[in-house]
């Protein structure tokens, strides 16, 4: 059907696999996305789809949304996407595509979305620097990042040095996250471990670029 889907994190919760493992575990609403155009490689340049989430407030569609939206006679979505064609299904404008169309338990996935915001963060919070010591001489240096590079070589500060500065919101994705169970009623998804984001928060599920080989072979301690 489709590559991925764009969808919204619900919450994180926990889960007992068949060996009796309680594994962490994320519940994703994937859908219903709906498609709201069709691009080909005769009047775009290139082969692809494009679906929208969620419903967005009248007032708030700008005149060339609502007309891009009139073309598939559909709603304004709050989040667009494009996702390439997989399978030899049809597509149509306006048709709806739910979570288990496009995944299965067992994929494993990428998911992509804005990690929470701490605001302006020191270097111990930010990267888990130790500090100085507490005593032995310490005077208003417990919480620094020490020395930052030399006067004479290289005469600067070097480019990715750790620093105080933004925590978190910003783009990240997990790779190669599992398919734990499908929810079809509710039209979501579980997944293995966490993903970025609060709660609540937008994100894009892609089937992974590169899935993680799995190896069924048994390892055989040495007596």
Do not use: W
């Not at 302006?120 to 310490?138: C, D, E, L, N, W």
């Not at 417990?142 to 040095?161: A, E, L, T």
């Amino acid at each position: 059907m489709l590559t991925g889907l764009i969808g919204k994190k619900i919450g994180m919760t926990q889960m007992t696999d068949a060996a009796g493992r309680v594994r962490a575990a994320t519940v994703l609403t994937l859908g219903p996305c709906t498609v709201s155009q069709l691009k080909t490689a005769a009047t775009d340049g290139y082969e692809a789809v494009q679906v929208t989430f969620g419903k967005k407030k009248l007032s708030r569609v700008t005149g060339g949304e609502r007309g891009h939206f009139a073309k598939a006679n559909i709603g304004a979505g709050i989040r667009s996407g494009e996702f390439e064609r997989r399978g030899e299904g049809e597509l149509k404008l306006g048709q709806p595509i739910a979570a288990a169309d496009v995944f299965k338990v067992g994929d494993q996935v990428d998911v992509t979305g804005v990690s929470k915001g701490h605001g302006y963060a020191g270097v111990i919070k930010r990267h888990h620097f130790s500090g100085f010591p507490g005593s032995h001489g310490t005077h208003e240096y417990f919480r620094h990042g020490g020395s930052i590079g030399n006067r004479s070589y290289p005469g600067r500060v070097r480019k990715g040095m750790r620093m105080a500065g933004q925590m978190g919101n910003e783009t990240a994705s997990i790779l190669n996250l599992e398919v734990i169970e499908i929810l079809p009623d509710d039209n979501a998804v579980v997944v293995s471990g966490a993903v970025p984001g609060p709660d609540g928060a937008l994100l894009v599920v892609h089937h992974a670029a590169r899935p993680r080989r799995r190896s069924n072979a048994k390892v055989t301690a040495n007596a």
